[in-house]
T-cell receptor, first 113, second 116 residues
Framework: AQSVTQLDSQVPVFEEAPVELRCNYS??????LFWYVQYPNQGLQLLLK??????LVKGINGFEAEFNKSQTSFHLRKPSVHISDTAEYFC???????????FGKGTMLLVSP | GAVVSQHPSWVICKSGTSVKIECRSLDFQATTMFWYRQFPKQSLMLMATSNEGSKATYEQGVEKDKFLINHASLTLSTLTVTSAHPEDSSFYICSAREDSSNSPLHFGNGTRLTVT
């Protein structure tokens, strides 16, 4: 069975500072990895995904993530955050294409001025 | 891009009544849709996989008679919470993907259900 661990439930950061949101997964087979963002009272929006190929994946809103197979990690990074990046971020894994996603518990990114 | 529309965005109902939530793929066909439930400050928990033209597949612990799912067409799935109770109050989110091998999941904006 697959699982996702997001170690930080909340990450406070100042505007224009860099940020890294951590995600580790476990699976017995090859995986696809995703990061989603959720704004209050809204659904989820796909930030980026890793299917295969280059381990550095660039997404929307200036975010990027790096797949590290040896460390089973897929950490999300942004070099300079904005107030508008304040939201909940979910890491997710799929073992069979997109048929079923398993989500982490989420990390609340709090950007303050 | 692909859009998933979920309706209503919020609903308040009395205990014992039933509530229907719709999930539509607006510009693509979706053989499979997914229903999630999200408790405050928690992650999304998959409730069931909705399959067009056949019965839904429920996750362990989800009552199929409580949460009725109907996937009548390639663009519409509905979730009906029957005989709702306050403990059913939650945020329900649907998702769908285009019927091709490399399509991502697209999520609706969710429905906030409050049972009084």
């Amino acid at each position: 069975a697959q699982s996702v661990t997001q170690l930080d439930s909340q990450v406070p950061v100042f505007e224009e500072a860099p940020v890294e949101l951590r995600c580790n997964y476990s699976s017995s087979v090859s995986v696809y990895l995703f990061w989603y963002v959720q704004y209050p009272n809204q659904g989820l929006q796909l930030l980026l995904k890793y299917l295969s190929g280059s381990t550095l994946v660039k997404g929307i809103n200036g975010f990027e993530a790096e797949f590290n197979k040896s460390q089973t990690s897929f950490h999300l990074r942004k070099p300079s955050v904005h107030i508008s990046d304040t939201a909940e971020y979910f890491c997710a894994v799929s073992e069979a294409g997109y048929s079923t996603l398993t989500f982490g518990k989420g990390t609340m990114l709090l950007v303050s001025p | 891009g692909a859009v998933v529309s979920q309706h209503p965005s919020w609903v308040i109902c009395k205990s014992g009544t039933s509530v229907k939530i719709e999930c539509r793929s607006l510009d693509f066909q979706a053989t499979t849709m997914f229903w999630y439930r999200q408790f405050p400050k928690q992650s999304l928990m998959l409730m069931a996989t909705s399959n067009e033209g056949s019965k839904a597949t429920y996750e362990q612990g989800v009552e199929k008679d409580k949460f009725l799912i109907n996937h009548a067409s390639l663009t519409l799935s509905t979730l009906t919470v029957t005989s709702a109770h306050p403990e059913d109050s939650s945020f329900y989110i649907c998702s769908a993907r285009e019927d091709s091998s490399n399509s991502p999941l697209h999520f609706g904006n969710g429905t906030r259900l409050t049972v009084t």
